[in-house]
């Protein structure tokens, strides 16, 4: 029911992600907010990799109460504090983990801060079955 679209008349993804994802007929739209790094106990690492690795639980609790999965994320938009650049590859890395071998749209925005200073990264994502 999703397909990634990748013409090939553009140059590839420069990663692990699709183009665009074409979605026929969806019975189910799920939009999340964007996920912020916070543990159920309400703490949040302070390491940016543990941070997407907890985004991405987070994600994947949503999407299991939404009777969801990686493989119907269509859309992932990743916001990540431009300080943290450097260690980018460890946020597009846990991305990969969750979604396996799935593609879906992803898009990469570069912020000055979120709403609170701990947080490094967030992530928004859309899901259709």
Do not use: C, F
Not at 43 to 72: C, H, K, R, T
Not at 82 to 101: C, F, I, K, S
């Amino acid at each position: 029911m999703n397909r990634a679209v990748t013409p090939s008349t553009i140059a590839p993804p420069a990663a692990h992600y699709a183009h665009g994802v074409v979605t026929d007929s969806p019975a189910r739209w799920l939009h999340t907010s964007g996920v912020v790094p916070v543990r159920p106990d309400g703490s949040a690492p302070a390491d940016i990799a543990e941070q997407a690795a907890v985004v991405w639980a987070n994600l994947a609790a949503i999407l299991d109460e939404a009777m969801l999965g990686p493989g119907d994320v269509i859309s992932v938009t990743t916001y990540v504090v431009a300080g943290e650049l450097r260690r980018l590859g460890e946020v597009m890395a846990a991305r990969d983990r969750a979604l396996g071998h799935h593609r879906a749209a992803s898009t990469l925005v570069t912020v000055a801060a979120l709403a609170r200073p701990e947080w490094k990264m967030e992530i928004a994502l859309v899901a259709a079955r």
